[in-house]
């Protein structure tokens, strides 16, 4: 069992930048793929973004060039880096880790919000 408690989230402005941080309660370094997923009043969660254990990353087409996400695996921590926030940037934020049994860990979200 992983537990994972995000941190960071709040009001911005547009244009703005947040870091989100991830804790996990123990290693992530066995974990395969740590990512930030999202959810918008009234939409459907979505990805945006994962790093695998190899150091491969994905990210969703909207948050190319302006999100950026980083692992830190000797303190069990993800961080999503968010630049030139946008007003449909404004979601909950959620942590998730993937293990390769298909085996999947969720925090319990923070809020975004990005005012125009």
């Known amino acids: 069992q992983v537990q994972l408690v995000e941190s960071g989230g709040g009001l911005v402005q547009a244009g703005g930048s947040l870091r989100l941080s991830c804790a996990a309660s123990?290693?992530?370094?066995?974990?395969?793929?740590m990512g930030w997923y999202r959810q918008a009043p009234g939409k459907q969660r979505e990805l945006v973004a994962i790093?695998?254990?190899?150091?491969?990353?994905n990210y969703a087409d909207s948050v190319k060039g302006r999100f950026t996400i980083s692992r830190d695996n000797t303190k069990n921590t993800v961080y999503l880096q968010m630049n030139s926030l946008k007003p449909e940037d404004t979601a909950v934020y959620y942590c998730?880790?993937?293990?390769?049994?298909?085996?999947?860990?969720w925090g319990k979200g923070t809020l975004i919000t990005v005012s125009s």
């Open positions: 123990r290693s992530i370094f066995s974990i395969n793929v």
């Open positions: 998730n880790a993937a293990r390769s049994n298909g085996v999947n860990y």
């Open positions: 790093k695998t254990s190899g150091g491969s990353t």
